[in-house]
């Protein structure tokens, strides 16, 4: 009966047969090259190379430590903002029903003095946290495509004049009815708004939006033909835009 | 992941990895720098890299220091590559007892003989000697077969020795 060898390997790597032994010119120019190359590798600050190597790479892990963290802290934040945002708003909504239970005229409820539609502050600034820096402000004219909402109707023309920092488009609704879209960025303090608030008005068919993004500039955007909620959405769209791209830069 | 596993990696493969990125961009600091972001990058990897068997460090540090030294001579490709020698040194200004002299010059005779290799036995001279690579671990990086190898470095061995007599002959 055949007796069968079981082969176990001690280690995953090759052991290489014994080599032919070198003799002669062959051994000397051997023991030469050994030689040299350990010279020349005893000049090199092996232990020198080896700090920096783990220098640098724990740097690196530190700061992928504190960018986890922040993003992490980041998050939290967002989310804890949103959830309090809809509680906001749900409490909003039951306060401005009436005692036997019907809805109020929410525009009626939101005009301020001068006939304007305001919206809160804070529900508007949820998603554009609300300020541009005189600093980043100055950045503006060599981005006026910034100045589109995201979600503005892929068939509007759109037009770009950036010596006055103004955008625009036009455009048809599924109707043949004229849509129309301007945004410029005005001097001064728009309808008693505080830096960061923004504040809606109906005037005809025009809806306006007014955000006073620093305490020398404001953002007039013009919608036309669109109905209020599109225009709001849209709004918001280009306020968020606007502030992601002025964090980026 | 225990510092000693690091250490070990370093003290076995720097050699290897050093003279890798040599052989490509044949400059001690920019070899240096390699090095350096090679045993970084195993720093920073030794959870996968710590269970690995040695001869798959030694592939991957191989790997990642030859990746690094094409990406730069492919970045200084505009530039002129300098000419420097293997292990070139600087010039001691201590005057070296006679034996010691003749050991340097010897030494350096080498060293340029090595230089006027063809660039495959220059490979395989460096990949066997300064990199302390085997046989088979050289026929695994370039494809060439053991025997070839063996054979190769028999004939880089004898070449250098003719050039070593002709040097001689010559002062």
Same mark, same amino acid.
């Given at each position: 009966?055949?007796?069968?060898? &079981?082969?176990? =390997?001690?280690?995953?790597?090759?052991?290489?047969?014994?080599?032919?032994?070198?003799?002669?010119?062959?051994?000397?120019?051997?023991?030469?090259?050994?030689?040299?190359?350990?010279?020349?590798?005893?000049?090199?600050?092996?232990?020198?190379?080896?700090?920096?190597?783990?220098?640098?790479? &724990?740097?690196?892990?530190?700061?992928?430590?504190?960018?986890?963290?922040? *993003?992490?802290?980041?998050?939290?934040?967002?989310?804890?903002?949103?959830?309090?945002?809809?509680?906001?708003?749900?409490?909003?909504?039951?306060?401005? @029903?009436?005692?036997?239970?019907?809805?109020?005229?929410?525009?009626?409820?939101? @005009?301020?003095?001068?006939?304007?539609?305001?919206?809160?502050? *804070?529900?508007?600034?949820?998603?554009?946290?609300?300020?541009?820096?005189?600093?980043?402000?100055?950045?503006?004219?060599?981005?006026?495509?910034? %100045? %589109?909402?995201?979600? =503005?109707?892929?068939?509007?023309?759109?037009?770009?004049?950036?010596?006055?920092?103004?955008?625009?488009?036009?455009?048809?609704?599924?109707?043949?009815?004229?849509?129309?879209?301007?945004?410029?960025?005005?001097?001064?303090?728009?309808?008693?708004?505080?830096?960061?608030?923004?504040?809606?008005?109906?005037?005809?068919?025009?809806?306006?939006?007014?955000?006073? *993004?620093?305490?020398?500039?404001?953002? &007039?955007?013009?919608?036309?033909?669109?109905?209020?909620?599109?225009?709001?959405?849209?709004?918001?769209?280009?306020?968020?835009?606007?502030?992601?791209?002025?964090?980026?830069? | 992941?225990? $510092?000693?596993? /690091?250490?070990?990696?370093?003290?076995?493969?720097?050699?290897?990895?050093?003279?890798?990125?040599?052989?490509?961009?044949?400059?001690?600091?920019?070899?240096?720098?390699?090095?350096?972001?090679? /045993?970084?990058?195993?720093?920073?990897?030794?959870?996968?890299? $710590?269970?690995?068997?040695?001869?798959?460090?030694?592939?991957?540090?191989?790997?990642?220091?030859?990746?690094?030294?094409?990406?730069?001579?492919?970045?200084?490709?505009?530039?002129?590559?300098?000419?420097?020698? +293997? $292990?070139?040194?600087?010039?001691?200004?201590?005057?070296?007892?006679?034996?010691?002299?003749?050991?340097?010059?010897?030494? !350096?005779?080498?060293?340029?003989?090595?230089?006027?290799?063809?660039?495959?036995?220059?490979?395989?001279?460096?990949?066997?000697?300064?990199?302390?690579?085997?046989?088979?671990?050289?026929?695994?990086?370039? $494809?060439?077969?053991?025997?070839?190898?063996?054979?190769?470095? +028999?004939?880089?061995?004898?070449?250098?020795?003719?050039?070593?007599?002709?040097?001689?002959? !010559?002062?």
């Amino acid at each position: 009966m055949k007796k069968e060898r &079981k082969i176990q =390997l001690v280690t995953d790597d090759f052991i290489e047969p014994p080599g032919e032994e070198l003799t002669g010119e062959q051994a000397e120019i051997d023991a030469l090259l050994r030689a040299v190359a350990d010279d020349c590798s005893a000049k090199i600050d092996f232990e020198g190379i080896k700090q920096r190597a783990v220098e640098s790479a &724990k740097a690196k892990k530190a700061k992928r430590g504190r960018l986890r963290r922040a *993003i992490g802290y980041g998050m939290v934040a967002a989310a804890s903002l949103v959830v309090g945002l809809f509680v906001w708003q749900a409490v909003k909504g039951m306060n401005e @029903r009436v005692p036997n239970g019907d809805a109020v005229d929410a525009q009626a409820a939101e @005009r301020n003095d001068d006939g304007l539609t305001k919206h809160d502050p *804070i529900a508007d600034v949820k998603v554009y946290v609300g300020t541009v820096s005189e600093a980043e402000y100055t950045a503006f004219p060599e981005t006026a495509d910034e %100045f %589109f909402p995201e979600n =503005l109707p892929e068939t509007m023309k759109k037009r770009v004049d950036t010596d006055a920092v103004r955008t625009s488009a036009t455009g048809t609704d599924t109707k043949g009815g004229s849509l129309d879209y301007v945004c410029t960025v005005e001097k001064g303090c728009a309808k008693g708004l505080e830096v960061g608030e923004a504040c809606s008005e109906k005037t005809g068919e025009d809806l306006w939006y007014y955000w006073q *993004i620093n305490e020398n500039h404001y953002l &007039k955007v013009r919608f036309t033909g669109f109905d209020q909620e599109d225009a709001e959405a849209m709004f918001k769209s280009l306020a968020d835009r606007i502030t992601m791209q002025q964090k980026d830069r | 992941m225990s $510092g000693s596993s /690091f250490d070990k990696i370093y003290s076995d493969y720097s050699r290897l990895v050093y003279w890798a990125a040599y052989r490509v961009v044949a400059q001690n600091e920019t070899a240096e720098d390699i090095t350096q972001q090679v /045993f970084e990058r195993a720093y920073l990897n030794m959870d996968k890299l $710590g269970p690995m068997a040695d001869s798959q460090i030694k592939s991957w540090l191989y790997r990642v220091a030859t990746n690094l030294a094409l990406d730069h001579v492919r970045h200084q490709k505009h530039e002129t590559l300098s000419d420097e020698p +293997v $292990g070139a040194e600087i010039a001691d200004t201590e005057p070296l007892p006679e034996e010691e002299l003749l050991k340097k010059k010897r030494m !350096e005779a080498v060293r340029k003989a090595i230089e006027q290799l063809d660039e495959t036995n220059r490979t395989i001279i460096t990949l066997h000697y300064f990199s302390e690579m085997t046989v088979n671990e050289i026929s695994e990086k370039t $494809g060439i077969s053991p025997g070839t190898i063996k054979s190769r470095l +028999v004939r880089a061995r004898s070449l250098l020795a003719d050039m070593l007599k002709a040097e001689a002959a !010559e002062e």
